[in-house]
């Protein structure tokens, strides 16, 4: 099958570069780029006034499969990763069993290839059982296809334990993705701690939880020489943190999500347990410095942290609902609203925090459109609008706090491995 | 028409001034029914009245029961230990199901912030909040304006300084908003682990020493300090608690001459306030439950579409 998109503006993260060119796609691989480009019994998409962009990866994801199919699947989540313009997630592995050992990670990689429409890349376990004691097998998950080891939802709260998991990470050239949150700090938290949490009479959890986990991990990077990816950055002090240790020259790079730089802990007001999210929406000044951190590239990816719950169990007292809301589907056009329109990124710097910047902390394949590239390719309309609606999503998620909100900027075409699975914002498989 | 501006009572943040005046004015002509030999009117009959409490309590839900029945609707009383919450039924549909009962009014204690709210959301009967977690317990803080307005008779520039576990104190939240509305001065005052990050936005002044916050305060309110506190590390033992913070005759003095001194019970003598305080003149702590009556008996009344009393003072 041949693809030609024709007459957009593609975008070359790398580069830093939008240029008017035409891509030819062949057998799921990107043939040629160039001006006017023709290809006899190809499919012509025209994309006039619309980015073309490598396809995006969302490194930062649930999937919920194996375990908890009663929130997502392989087979959702993906679908929901396509309707949002990705091409490509990395799940993390809180899932049950935990993705702790190689057997898991070929059950998620099998699943994914037989029900997926996107790629998957797995994300291991730090320690066994995510019970921050004893270290996983590293160099056997790797083997199985683990592209990284996580703590995500489950931090490591022992140095010792972190430092060692970050020797032996280090000497595999695993990246570490911490969930930076010191549990004696946040205790029963369930919101940010600051006015909102003393009006709502919510357990808070202060930003000084995490900052203390950054710090920790950023100085255990800088000693052992791991990479340590930050997962989902929330607050200035942290983004602050990042920025010395990367002028240090650690070997720290990080994250932050869709929701930590739109929303504050005022939405809790009213009690929505969609605005119940681990690390939790932080302050106005927070917001502010996670786009100064996006915009000077402290930052260097985004990723939504996607994390499904069904109805039932959000439904709940806040305090007893879980932690998590849905972002694959509203990601890009948050992007797209928040910091391209309101000018805080270009479109090249937003395109490359979801595209090469995750490709290459992962050491996955993608993230550029290049002659010989897998065609994995995103088409975004930057004029396309959309209100959000969760009965819309094709995550079996409907837990996001953005109900209502105007999107201006939208995927309208994912196409991984050369096969068109969303166009005109509806799923083709 | 309506007197109330909601038809629930969540927490006094979202009541307006001139409503909490009002609940204040017909409490006063309810004081009146309770004083009375035969403590009965016939204003609610046939209304139903259900108190769903998933935390343990008996002055509350006694002193809703007597209200209600004060003014002859039907009570019925839900314990979470008792019910099919044991069963695991969620809030939601435990209240659904109240409803579907006839309850009029729904009186809801809950140990999560924001219970009340959401089964606001869920039904449309009244919801009376008798306290959400830390949240607010706006029946307890309508009572203690109730009563400093009987000691005091206004609340404009009333100095009130609420002693104690601000951090953890729904009493003191619904107190902070009531009374800062009609115009009274507040001041908490505890050790710096058992105040709330920013509580200085709701207007409040904030002190960690005793001495200077009762320096001319006309009411003071002390809260129950929970023994688990102290286990949680959040004071080192409830010896030093009490050096600091226990309100005894010396304390006092800081304070004005006819300081009234309230608290929403149970006490823990000896600790944050002893005995030669709570029984003596300057106390009204019994009052306060008889108050806690009459207010309870004014909001089931206005709740469930009485009209406005007038009253004589």
Known sequence: MKLLIKGGSAVFPEEMKVKKVDILVENGVITGIGPGLEAAGARVIEADGKYVCPGLIDMHVHLREPGFEHKESIATGTRAAARGGFTAVACMPNTKPVADNAAVVRFILERAAAEGVVNVYPIAAITKGSKGEEITEMADLKEAGAVAVSDDGLPVQDAGVMRRAMQYAAMLQLPVIPHCENKSLAADGVMHEGFQSTVLGLPGIPAAAEEVMVARDIILAENTGCHVHIAHISTAGSVELVRQAKKKGVKVTCEVTPHHFTLTHEMVNGYNTNTKVNPPLRTREDVEAVKEGLADGTIDVIATDHAPHTVEEKNVEYQYAPFGLVGLETAVGLVFTELVETGVLTVPQAIAKLTINPARVLAVPGGRLDVGERADITIIDPQAGEIINPDDFASKGRNTPFTGRRLKGLPVMTVVNGKIVMEDRRLTV | ?313
């Open chain 2, 1 to 313: 028409m309506a007197v109330l501006k909601s038809n629930h009572m969540l927490g006094l943040q979202h009541v307006p001034p001139e409503d909490i005046i009002t609940i204040l004015d017909t409490a006063s002509a309810m004081k009146d029914i309770i004083c009375r030999k035969i403590k009965k009117v016939p204003t609610l009959r046939g209304r139903t009245v259900v108190t769903l409490f998933y935390e343990n309590s008996t002055r509350t839900k006694t002193s809703f029961d007597l209200a209600g029945k004060y003014l002859s609707a039907d009570t019925v009383g839900l314990s979470a230990s008792t019910s099919s919450v044991q069963k695991g039924e969620s809030l939601i549909d435990t209240a659904r199901t109240v409803e579907a009962m006839g309850a009029d009014v729904v009186v809801l204690r809950h140990p999560a912030a924001g219970a009340a709210e959401i089964l606001a959301k869920n039904v449309k009967c009244s919801v009376i909040n008798a306290g959400d977690g830390i949240h607010e317990h706006p029946t307890q803080a309508l009572l203690d304006m109730f009563t400093i307005k009987e000691y005091k008779k206004s609340f404009k520039g009333l100095k009130v300084t609420i002693v104690g576990d601000i951090l953890h104190s729904r009493v003191a939240r619904s107190n902070i908003w009531g009374l800062t509305k009609l115009g009274a001065e507040v001041s908490v005052v505890g050790p710096a682990t058992l105040l709330p990050p920013e509580i200085e936005k709701l207007g409040v002044k904030v002190y960690t020493d005793l001495e200077e916050a009762l320096a001319g305060a006309d009411v003071i309110n002390v809260l129950r300090i929970q023994l688990e506190r102290q286990k949680q590390g959040l004071f080192p033992s409830l010896r030093e608690y009490s050096r600091l913070y226990g309100i005894n005759n010396r304390r006092l003095k800081a304070a004005k001459e006819d300081v009234l001194v309230i608290h929403p019970g149970p006490m823990n003598r000896g600790v944050e306030i002893v005995s030669e305080v709570a029984d003596s003149s300057r106390a009204a702590i019994n009052e306060q439950v008889t108050n806690g009556v009459a207010v309870r008996m004014a909001l089931l009344y206005l709740l469930t579409g009485g009209e406005k009393v007038e009253t004589a003072n």
